[in-house]
């Protein structure tokens, strides 16, 4: 059963498409609207580690994700990169969460410097300025000063930086099990109460 109403899913180019396409089965599952959007060179990404090859249309990509997802049309909502129409460009309409996984050093730079240069930026720069939830999930090593600094001028603009880090103390047996490690540890923090991983001190 679905608790949540709208979220959105921000999709970059960094290594670590995994962590995306797990995360987006669950946002699927818990809120009734996705909206996504995925860089070009996500698409090249999802295609290179998880053989996953999506096409430019956003109607077509939100139907092969959407079975992926094994959910009903709808609910994901996918924008291209310059569709300024859409909900997540507008203060009045965006959803109030945000979760860019995986997050470049590119991206995060843009939205730490107010460089809203694509739709995905630009959504990231309305969840902050109307005081929403987002969460950014850099996948790098090592991070240079430069990202560093970066990465703190978001955190002091009240954005959850959650480096795609996971634990091992339950033992993973599957790059599948990291990746749900990595999930619930976001929807903890979008406050969906959720059984993809056992927190510590319960993995018994």
Excluded at 104 to 133: F, P, W, Y
Aim: glycine residues 6%.
């Amino acid at each position: 059963m679905k608790g949540k109403s709208r979220v959105t899913l921000g999709i970059t180019g960094a290594s670590g498409a995994i962590y995306a396409l797990n995360l987006l089965k669950y946002l699927a599952r818990y809120y009734q609207e996705v909206h996504v959007m995925i860089t070009d060179a996500a698409r090249i990404v999802l295609a290179t580690e998880m053989s996953l090859k999506l096409p430019q249309s956003p109607t077509k990509i939100a139907e092969i994700l959407s079975e992926y997802c094994q959910v009903d049309d709808g609910i994901i909502l996918v924008y291209s990169k310059e569709n300024w129409y859409s909900p997540v460009a507008s203060g009045s309409a965006a959803p109030k969460q945000m979760v860019i996984c995986p997050a470049s050093m590119g991206c995060i730079s843009a939205i730490a410097t107010g460089a809203s240069n694509n739709l995905l930026e630009r959504a990231a720069d309305v969840v902050i300025k109307e005081k929403g939830q987002l969460i950014v999930l850099p996948r790098e090593m090592p991070f240079s000063t430069i990202h560093l600094q970066n990465m703190l001028t978001l955190s002091q603009a009240g954005v959850t930086i959650m480096p795609a880090a996971p634990g091992f103390y339950n033992n993973p047996e599957s790059i599948d099990e990291l990746a749900d490690f990595v999930t619930a540890r976001v929807l903890n923090h979008l406050g969906i109460e959720n059984p993809v991983n056992r927190p510590w001190g319960y993995q018994n």
